[in-house]
Structure formats: structure tokens, C-alpha cells
């Protein structure tokens, strides 16, 4: 029997030693920086963030948001503070975020949810000390999808939502053609339905002006990763949208998060540049 290029663990020895790091890194950043957690941005409790501050915030900061993966149905925000680490080194104030999860909500709302989370964030931003107009966004994974579509509006959506304008979106190792996910692993998992897998695939989606897209992928990514991500990046080229794609060397699906979290890494770097602008 072939296997599911989906089903990441399969292709990921060390796959539960490496998401225990990543949260062990999460607690340790945790325990040495300023931290306001679980700020509600909706009625739902898993509708939270949190906002990690630099040492010495400075009016102005520009402000990152990341969207943690588990493929819509796992996942949690606090596993993924130490992303926060290339942000503050920039200067920047970095947000967490969470969202309900499939099969209990659909695509359509999760994405939902994500919008709301970063218009509450950016209402916010002016008693945070931070500038509006220095937003970044970055997701892994499942979180990279969603955070595409704060800058594209769905192929059965009447009209661009209404958020606030990204100066860059880093978007890692993500899926922007989600019709091989109804019958993939996932089937039983997050019950993804062909209906929504078609409405809400970046690669038939509309998107706008303004963000810089990063799309990268690990090394070890399997084929359907690397794919996709090179045909998005060329489907934004095409609409003339800034974009580029970069391939992240030695990684693989999971330790492309630890690396993201160090600012020392190509990939923690490529963060804090598109922070800086």
C-alpha cells in the first residue's frame, strides 16, 4: 500500500521528540519575556491569543501574528511562542493564535475565525504600542493556508473581507490545493468535504495587492508541499503580486518550526527581515 504523502509522521522518525522541543522551547521563552495570554477575540475558548513583548518596547513596534498547523484539527497556541523569538530580536511584538478546530467547525469558519482574531489584533494595536500599518503574518502548515486567505478572498465569496492591510506574509510548508485532502488520511480525522476543499483552495482564489509572500518549504517536505507551494508562488507572479519561493535546507516538516524560532537560522532571518521591511 502507497503511502499518504499527507500523513507527515510516516515520513518524520523523530516526529513526537520533535514537536516535545518545540513546545519545551515555547515554555522556556515563556519564562523570560512579558506575556499576555489568552486574550479573547471571540466567544469560543478557543478563540484566544496571546502577545509576547520585546524587553524594551518601543512605540511604533511593528506586530507578527502566527498561525499554528495540526491540518485543522490539532493545534494549539502555546506550543508555538518561541516563533516569537526572531520577532522580538527584530523589535517586534509577536502574536499567537488559536482557532476551533475540524470536524466540530468548518473550513469556512476557522478562516473566519483567523480574520476576526486579526482585526481584534490590529484594534488593538495602538494601546499595544504597535503600528498597524508594520503588520506581518506567518503560519505553518494548516496555518499557512489560513493565513493566505487574509490577503484572498475564496472562490464563492462575494467580496474581499474586511481586514486590515499586511505589510508580508511568511507562509511555511503550507497546502494551497486542498482536493486531495477529503480522501486522504485525514478522512476520518478532520472530515474535510470535497464542497469545502474546492471553496477554499488558495489556488483558485482571488488575492490582493499589497503583502510581500514568502512561500517556503522544507527540504524533506514531501512531493505535494513542494509542489503546490511552487505553483502558488507562480500563480501570484503571474498576478504581478511580490512573491518568491524559498526551500529551506537540512528541515523537514516539523523542525522547519524550530528553526523558524531561532533568529540565528536562514529561516528565523528570512522572519526577521520581513518584520523589519
Not at 501574528?65 to 516569537?84: C, M, P, Q, T
Request: charged fraction near 20%.
Amino acid at each position: 500500500m502507497p503511502q499518504d504523502p499527507y500523513r507527515n509522521r510516516d515520513f518524520i522518525p523523530d516526529f513526537d521528540e520533535i514537536m516535545a522541543e518545540t513546545a519545551a522551547r515555547s515554555r522556556e521563552l515563556a519564562a523570560r519575556v512579558d506575556m499576555r495570554t489568552d486574550i479573547p477575540y471571540g466567544p469560543s475558548p478557543r478563540e484566544r491569543m496571546d502577545i509576547i513583548f520585546p524587553q524594551r518596547p518601543v512605540k511604533g513596534a511593528p506586530l507578527h501574528v502566527f498561525i499554528h498547523g495540526g491540518y485543522w484539527r490539532s493545534g494549539n497556541k502555546e506550543d508555538h511562542w518561541l516563533v516569537a523569538a526572531p520577532v522580538l530580536a527584530a523589535g517586534g511584538i509577536a502574536a499567537t493564535i488559536t482557532y476551533d478546530l475540524m470536524p466540530g467547525t468548518r473550513l469556512g469558519a476557522i478562516i473566519g475565525q483567523v480574520r476576526a482574531a486579526v482585526r481584534h489584533l490590529a484594534a488593538l494595536a495602538p494601546q499595544l504600542g504597535a503600528d498597524t500599518a508594520r503588520l506581518t503574518v506567518s503560519g505553518h502548515s494548516a496555518g499557512a493556508h489560513l493565513a493566505a486567505y487574509l490577503a484572498a478572498t475564496g472562490p464563492q465569496e462575494n467580496a474581499p473581507p474586511d481586514l486590515p492591510g499586511l505589510q508580508g506574509l511568511l507562509l511555511m510548508s503550507g497546502l494551497y490545493d486542498l482536493t486531495g485532502i477529503p480522501d486522504s488520511f485525514l478522512k476520518y480525522e478532520a472530515q474535510m468535504t470535497h464542497a469545502e476543499a474546492s471553496a477554499w483552495s488558495p489556488l483558485t482564489s482571488r488575492h490582493q495587492e499589497g503583502p510581500r509572500r514568502i512561500v517556503m518549504a522544507s527540504e524533506m517536505d514531501t512531493a505535494p508541499f513542494h509542489r503546490q507551494g511552487r505553483q502558488f508562488t507562480a500563480l501570484l507572479a503571474s498576478q504581478g503580486l511580490e512573491s518568491e519561493f524559498r526551500t529551506e535546507a537540512g528541515l523537514n516538516h516539523l523542525s522547519i518550526v524550530l528553526a523558524l524560532g531561532d533568529p540565528l537560522t536562514p529561516a528565523g532571518r528570512c522572519l526577521a527581515s520581513l518584520i523589519e521591511g
